[in-house]
């Protein structure tokens, strides 16, 4: 895990190795284990890289990036892990190649040189990437097939900057930026993130996931780029076989996907909610390192008994005899306020919830304890239907599938079994249900009523599949895994995701939706897969919670003066033309007067316009007037 900067112009630029070395200085947090630049030519190109190091695989000097070829017919700087490594290490071993360090970066590094972009087929792991083939004469860059690493880019006619963070480009570039008119809406009006390659600087773009970026300059000296993708998730199910079979496929693809993500030479450790899906990383890191083994269990706890994790998390704990490092979230309302602040800082854009800035605490506890690899089990929801609105979404399916017994059976299953009705929040529903949305509730300002930028979000039309894919693609897993990425490098820690080992995506994503909605409950065939390793209370647990906060009780009650002082002065985004501020004031007079599960305004509603002024505000100098 790293940070990865460079510049490629058309025009030879003799500053660029100074703006490179701004580059990696705006995200040394990514890599506190050294610094590398190197400047190259390739084809009509000029080529500055810069790469700060954040050792995992073989701590040694010779490990440091930008990495060479032998003969010096490559260059490579990467961000992330290959956690198959060893296996092609061993592969390309066999056609006669000599390795000089226990790297995986020098694996990949041969690997490219010898398969070229079909290399990256062959990756199981998180990436981003740019290599410089000098032989053929081709520069590209690379992002993994899921997003896990962020690579942002600037173009011009003249050269293309990139880096792993935002931060860092706005450090090698003296331009201001207008506001994304398009990001800023769905933020606000949707509390959607990353949904398309756009940042919130206009102008500043993200590598898709799952795709390259061919970079050369042709004879009229103008940069020119082409976008290819070489990975999308599989359509059909091409699994054959009887349901324990099923099952027993599931657990080994998790079981595996785990292991290979313990390969590390520093301390691992792993986030343990209560729920099911981290219970089961751990439950599965407890049988690969054995009983003797110290595994480390990081999670949350808070004094109000409503938002309280403990005694499941406690209970798994026991279940592997392991210790837990517990961060407190009773912290008080205006701490978590400035907390907030710093991590839409450290993320580049807005954040809109409490819940990652408690993910920000717990990624500093890591860094406290010593624990550098840290096991998250974010992406298991898309993939296993737990969110409550893939209920709604199947429900939808089954009635146009003219289906109304089958829908009846289903959605009275999930009734009785506790999971929809004492769960339901109507502001939630919302997001889906565009005839619950008033223009009363509308807090747009002249700029977004006049912008199109909308999603489609909400029951239509397509299957459950698809509608799990848009999460996996577009709706959900881009925001969370940016998040991920953003809080655990604030602190120099790596964070690894076994649900999105593209091998388990496969083989889920396709999967018959009665298989992990089934009999009243999410991710059925999980669950069924993980009994023999997990405590019953924990594998057919009903009410799972997460790292959650009363965030919601804040801003109505201790919060409520700070927003009110706060939308009664200055604003950014009003001046903007980005937000009303009358319709902002009457949206927070309805929220704290409503009730907490039926009203129609979602804290999302609230705190994310306030989260767009804190990060205008926190970045005023590099937004255009």
Known sequence: MCGIAGIASARPDQRSLDRVRAMTRAQSHRGPDGEGICTTQVGQLAVTLGHVRLAILDLSEIGRQPMTLPDGTGVLIFNGEIYNYWELRQELEREGVAFRTGTDTEVLMWGLRKWGKAALSRLNGMWALAW???????????RDRFGIKPLYYLESNKELVFASEIKAILAAVSMRFQVNIRAVGRFVDQSLLDTEDESFFHGIKMLPPGSCLEVDAGGDGRLRTHLLRYWSAPQDDSFCGTLAERIQRVREIFFDAVRIRLRSDVTLGVLLSGGVDSSAIAAMMRSILGTGADLHLLSATSHNPQYDERPYVELMARHLNSPVGFI???????????????????????????????HYLLMQKARDLGITVVLSGQGADELLCGYRKFIGFRLQELLRERRP???????????????????FEMSEAKRYLWLLNSPRLDIRGPQLRDANYRVDNGLGTDTLIDRQRQDLESLSVPALVHYEDRCSMAFGREIRLPFLDYRLVSMLLPMDPELKLHDGWTKWIFRKAMEPFLPTAIAWRKDKQGFVNPQGHWLRNELRPTIDQMLDGSLHMVDAGLVDRAALKRR??????????????SFKDVLNPIALELWMRRFEQHLAA
Request: net charge negative; aromatic share 12%.
């Open 132 to 142: 410089l083939d000098l032989q053929t004469q081709q520069m590209w860059l690379s």
């Open 588 to 601: 927070f007079e309805i929220y704290c007067h409503q009730s907490p599960s039926r009203g129609l305004v």
């Open 328 to 358: 407190n979230l009773t912290c008080s309302p205006k701490e978590w306020f400035r907390l907030l602040e710093e991590v839409i800082y450290a993320n580049d854009e807005p954040v809109g919830n409490f819940s990652t800035a408690a």
């Open 405 to 423: 017994l089958k829908a009846m059976s289903f959605l009275a299953k999930f009734v009785a079994n506790r999971v929809v009705l004492t769960q």
